[in-house]
């Protein structure tokens, strides 16, 4: 089973954007979502951006997480 987590682009610096997932920062490759910007929520699998989702379905995704005890 694949498991992609929704994290939130803090910056950008060419092809890597730095996020945070679980209190922790990590870089990932957005090479297959060029268009991501600062803000946007991605969703992150193996180290790449694999899609762009909205704020409401990241944080719902987040919040479920956390009460499965995942992150």
Known sequence: ???AVP???KSIDG???EVEIG???RQVS???TPEAKVGDYILVHTG???GIVNED???ATIKLF???GMM
């Open 48 to 50: 790449y951006s694999i």
């Open 57 to 59: 379905e990241a944080e």
């Open 30 to 32: 957005i090479v297959l």
């Open 23 to 25: 209190g922790v920062s």
């Open 7 to 9: 994290s939130q682009i």
């Open 1 to 3: 089973m694949c498991l």
């Open 15 to 17: 092809q890597y954007a």
């Open 66 to 68: 956390n009460e499965l």
